[in-house]
């Protein structure tokens, strides 16, 4: 997709990695879970709120199509955030983790017949954060809580 600003953000959207989950996979039942990942490929200026609504379209779109899927977005620090003010005192995955959860409060309003539920899951570790992010339809609650408590039990080290 690319936007007026010059940007050009890949979006996609790829079936979880079955060794990842596979202690899971069978109590997840016929639910698939799918990777959203955004990814610049050109273009280095602050992406506009109408530019990040499109996006969020496209992914509620994909959720209206796919009634059995959760998504998984984690939110990477390979990559500084264009246009981030340094007097911020967050990190590049912090700030994604507020933006995701803006742009998902204002993705619902574009899809009121969808009762989409973001779940924002934070692990705290000795030197940094991670954020991670699953959304889904309100009726796969109880199959979103299986998969956070299993990514809980990899991160305290269990399995």
Avoid at 17 to 28: F, G, N, V, W, Y
Avoid at 32 to 53: K, N, P
Avoid at 114 to 130: Q, S
Avoid at 142 to 153: G, R
């Amino acid at each position: 997709m690319t936007y007026k600003e010059g940007n050009e953000i890949r979006v996609s959207l790829s079936s979880f990695p079955e060794t990842a989950i596979s202690d899971l996979r069978e109590h997840l039942g016929n639910v698939e879970i799918v990777e959203v990942s955004l990814v610049r490929q050109c273009g280095d200026d602050m992406t506009d709120l109408a530019t990040l609504s499109k996006l969020v379209e496209r992914i509620g779109k994909f959720l209206i199509e796919n009634p059995n899927v959760i998504l998984y977005y984690y939110c990477d620090e390979m990559n500084a955030v264009p246009g981030m003010r340094s007097s911020r005192d967050i990190t590049s995955p912090e700030y994604r983790n507020q933006l995701f959860s803006i742009l998902y409060s204002k993705g619902t309003r574009q899809f009121p017949e969808l009762p989409i539920i973001d779940m924002p899951i934070v692990f705290i570790g000795e030197d940094h954060k991670t954020f991670i992010h699953l959304i889904y339809r309100e009726s796969l609650q109880d199959k979103a809580d299986m998969i956070k408590n299993y990514l809980t039990d990899i991160a305290e080290g269990i399995k």
